[in-house]
């Protein structure tokens, strides 16, 4: 099991590029989250997936903020455009059955800076 | 909306000594899921233990335990015989159950430093 699969470890990007985050769950897995966790914040989440679909997008900042599972194994969050308050540590997770039941498996997160 | 309190933003112990988080959680629901969670340096998060409000058994994994005060809506971490690799990050999370409407959403508390002195 090699747990969940962030990519990149580290973006940088300049202010109006487009951002693309991407994320392997650990097979079997049925729910996905985004996370996000800055200084001021803390930990919140984005969106979140059970069976590839999106179930609840709330956290989700504003229409820049994109996520998409095509399927079971893959998941992107993508910003267009970037600006620098979106600088953060992005996570995803993942867990076997709901959050009561199972825990969740982070990955490693993808560290943004947005210039 | 639930809130989340960690009042202590670090903390420090001795190697082998024992020593307890503290959490506060608002909430006016009645049955509910509470979490600690450890986040090392390498920054993946960790479950380390998870508590059913419904139980009023406080739950244990090893070296971690909880008090669990449903009343005064506290959930205390504890560590025992503290190690080195205990240092890290710890997060109290709540979530409400998908029953009374709620979904598989995490709110996390802002985090308390654990420092583990040799």
């Known amino acids: 099991d090699a747990g969940v699969i962030q990519s990149p470890r580290h973006e940088v990007t300049e202010m109006g590029q487009e951002v693309t985050l991407r994320c392997k769950p650990i097979?079997?897995?049925?729910?996905l989250f985004w996370y996000r966790q800055t200084m001021m914040r803390g930990l919140e989440l984005l969106i979140y997936f059970n069976n590839n679909v999106p179930i609840d997008d709330s956290g989700m900042p504003e229409d820049r903020f994109s996520a998409k599972m095509p399927n079971a194994s893959f998941s992107t969050l993508k910003i267009q455009p970037s600006e620098p308050r979106d600088s953060a540590v992005y996570f995803c997770a993942s867990s076997l059955y709901g959050t009561n039941n199972s825990p969740l498996h982070f990955g490693n997160g993808t560290r943004l800076t947005v210039t | 909306a639930q809130t989340v309190t960690q009042s202590q933003p670090e903390m420090s112990v001795q190697e082998a000594e024992t020593v307890t988080l503290s959490c506060t959680y608002d909430?006016?629901?009645?049955?509910?899921?509470l979490f600690w969670y450890k986040q090392p340096p390498s920054r993946q998060m960790i479950l380390v233990i998870r508590?059913?409000?419904?139980?009023?058994q406080n739950a244990t994994e090893n070296r971690f335990s909880v008090n669990f005060q449903k009343a005064a809506k506290s959930f205390s971490l504890k560590i025992s015989d503290s190690q080195l690799g205990d240092a890290a990050m710890y997060f109290c999370?709540?979530?409400?159950?998908?029953?009374?409407?709620?979904?598989?959403?995490?709110?996390f508390g802002k985090g308390t430093k654990l420092t583990v002195n040799p």
């Open positions: 508590q059913e409000a419904y139980k009023q």
């Open positions: 999370a709540y979530r409400s159950p998908i029953t009374q409407g709620g979904s598989e959403k995490l709110v």
């Open positions: 909430t006016s629901e009645s049955d509910y899921y």
């Open positions: 097979s079997g897995h049925d729910y």
